[in-house]
T-cell receptor, first 114, second 114 residues
Framework: GAGVSQSPRYKVAKRGQDVALRCDPISGHVSLFWYQQALGQGPEFLTYFQNEAQLDKSGLPSDRFFAERPEGSVSTLKIQRTQQEDSAVYLC????????????FGQGTRLTVV | GENVEQHPSTLSVQEGDSAVIKCTYS??????FPWYKQELGKRPQLIID?????GEKKDQRIAVTLNKTAKHFSLHITETQPEDSAVYFC?????????????FGQGTILTVHP
């Protein structure tokens, strides 16, 4: 594909349920980021991968959030025991090499916890 | 860490007028400043970016200016059109140890009236 692809586009989870969100970055992009965007706000950084290495997870809000990118391409963001405050759009972005280079965003997964 | 403030939060203009959105940042190490346009329910898309070694960059009707001393940068859109209506986000990044992690402003809802 030509761009960053995320699935599912929409996810409704019952409180306490575990969810997994998938990101397919642009082929060959070394850097992959996850952001959380609450309604009416700017995206907020969650975590960063350089290839398969998770180099920064300082933005993950709690230990219920876990991300992986085992083969340096597809990434999964997992949220365990979802809470209502987890409701947001989760955006994935990739860039060719990180640093001061353009980050391309996916369309996001809108998570609603009921 | 980096903090980015953006204003105004909403901006309403008549078609053909100019629109200006301003952002300030706190981290003097930041060296990359992209602007993203996000239409409702869609992914953020880069419209223009500037690096700290230049003071101004222009692309057709869009321009960005950067004042490193004052730590602020601005987006200028001339001859606005209804299709410019969207949410605009500024962001800042220091490409070194933060790997290009973006810190976003709160967003500006731009409405262009025909």
């Amino acid at each position: 594909g030509a761009g960053v692809s995320q699935s599912p586009r929409y996810k409704v989870a019952k409180r306490g349920q575990d969810v997994a969100l998938r990101c397919d970055p642009i082929s060959g992009h070394v850097s992959l980021f996850w952001y959380q965007q609450a309604l009416g706000q700017g995206p907020e950084f969650l975590t960063y991968f350089q290839n398969e290495a998770q180099l920064d997870k300082s933005g993950l809000p709690s230990d219920r959030f876990f991300a992986e990118r085992p083969e340096g391409s597809v990434s999964t963001l997992k949220i365990q025991r979802t809470q209502q405050e987890d409701s947001a759009v989760y955006l994935c972005a990739s860039s060719l090499q990180g640093g001061a280079t353009e980050a391309f965003f996916g369309q996001g997964t809108r998570l609603t916890v009921v | 860490g980096e903090n980015v403030e953006q204003h105004p939060s909403t901006l309403s203009v008549q078609e053909g007028d100019s629109a200006v959105i301003k952002c300030t940042y706190s981290d003097s190490a930041s060296n990359y400043f992209p602007w993203y346009k996000q239409e409702l329910g869609k992914r953020p898309q880069l419209i223009i970016d500037i690096r700290s070694n230049v003071g101004e960059k222009k692309d057709q009707r869009i321009a960005v200016t950067l004042n490193k001393t004052a730590k602020h940068f601005s987006l200028h859109i001339t001859e606005t059109q209804p299709e410019d209506s969207a949410v605009y986000f500024c962001a800042a990044s220091s490409g070194g140890t933060s790997y290009g992690k973006l810190t976003f402003g709160q967003g500006t809802i731009l409405t262009v009236h025909p």
